[in-house]
């Protein structure tokens, strides 16, 4: 008789066991637990000088690199999407009348590509030009001078 | 009206480069009048300048080229000077991409040069008002034909028709008409105030 006891309580006493092991994280009231779910990428897409780019053609690729999605672009420049994982780097390519920019996302918070100020571009290239023509005439100038001396009885 | 980097398939921006470097060896080898690397600079300026101005048009945004501007006062050089101003471009500010430069010229330079060759036939004519008329005509038509050579660098790389034509030729028809009329009027003025600038004047000739 008390074999059976011992017996029965053992096995009791193993289906409670497998049942606690089986299930710790839900059965363990001292435990915190955390779950995050991945929202969605938002695209914005312009031109230089800040145009919405419309109907820009948007190829999503993967962290491995296959394409996960296509889609293009709204009135407002804009496209979202939602990532499966957010191990490794997304990388989205933007495609526009001959136009492309691609941006890897793979932290956290904002990012993209950045122009340097219109007025600094004009300034700087309009100055690079004039100053190989101002180059030119300089050398127009020694080359004359040099004639002239050459020219010059001594 | 500059292709980015990774638009184009390899074989198309080789050519390009191929194209571009070509004519502009020739031009340079036949002409390299130092005296005219002044008003070469002054020009490619303006060319580079305007391209980096952009104007919303529709669903997308487009710039001013000058390329027949460049075509009526430089001639030929207008093609080196384009190389140079698309080189400017891309390593100092990321303006269209560095694999595309050669064919970036050839779509602007091309069209150049034939701006260069409809003023120039313009200017033997006895038409009244023919410095301002083939002068817009040659700005109007640099334009139209960069558009053509623009769109058919895009066809090869898949794109669709239906596509190409409302976001690249329906966008420039603007630039088209505007260029026309900015250079056929800065062209009937420069011949009376400074005729040595643009190509295909005399000085024999009296001015209109």
Redesign the interface.
């Known amino acids: 008789m008390n074999k059976v006891v011992i017996l029965i309580a053992v096995l009791f006493l193993s289906a409670l066991l497998f049942i606690g092991l089986s299930s710790t994280a839900n059965a363990n009231p001292h435990n915190i637990l955390m779950n995050y779910q991945v929202g969605r990428i938002d695209i914005d897409v312009y ?3 800040g ?1 919405p ?3 820009a053609h948007i190829t999503v690729y993967k962290p491995n690199g296959a394409i996960y999605l296509e889609g293009e672009t709204n ?1 407002e420049g804009e496209f979202s999407f939602e990532p499966t994982v957010m191990q490794g780097e997304w990388k989205v ?1 933007a ?8 941006i890897l996302i793979g932290g956290a918070g904002e990012g993209g590509t950045s ?2 100020p ?1 007025y600094i ?2 300034i ?3 100055g ?3 100053g ?3 180059a ?2 300089g ?2 100038g020694w ?1 004359a001078q040099r004639k002239s001396e050459s020219g010059t009885p001594s | ?7 184009l398939s390899p074989q198309v921006w080789v050519s390009g480069y191929v194209i571009a470097g070509a004519l502009a060896t020739y031009v340079l080898a036949k002409k390299t009048d ?2 005219e ?6 020009i ?2 303006a060319v ?2 305007a391209s ?3 104007i ?1 048009i529709g ?3 487009v710039h001013f080229i000058l390329s027949g501007l460049a075509g009526i006062t430089l001639g030929l050089s207008a093609f080196p000077a384009i190389f ?2 698309l080189i ?2 891309a390593f ?4 269209g ?1 560095i694999t595309t430069i050669g064919i970036n010229t050839v779509i602007m330079g091309l069209p150049a040069l034939a701006a260069y060759g409809v003023f120039l036939a313009g200017t033997r004519t006895n038409i009244k008002g023919k410095y301002a008329i083939f002068g817009g005509l040659a700005g109007g038509i640099a334009i139209a034909l960069g558009i053509a050579l ?1 769109s058919l ?2 066809l090869t790389t898949g794109e669709y028709l239906e ?2 034509v409302p ?2 030729v329906v ?1 420039h028809l603007p630039v088209v008409a505007i260029e026309a009329i900015v250079i056929g009027a800065f062209a009937g003025f420069m011949v009376r105030v400074r005729p040595q600038l643009l190509k295909g004047y005399k000085l024999r000739e009296v001015v209109e």
């Open positions: 031109f230089s000088g145009t780019a419309q109907n009135d390519v495609e526009h009348s001959g136009h492309r920019a691609e122009e340097m219109l571009t004009v700087a290239g309009f690079y030009l004039i190989l023509g101002g030119a005439i050398y127009m080359r | 009206m500059h292709i980015s980097d990774g638009v130092v005296s690397i002044p008003k070469l600079s002054v490619t300026a580079f300048v980096l101005i952009h919303p669903p997308t945004s140079v101003a400017l471009q100092l500010f990321q303006h991409g623009l660098c895009l596509y190409v976001y690249v966008a």
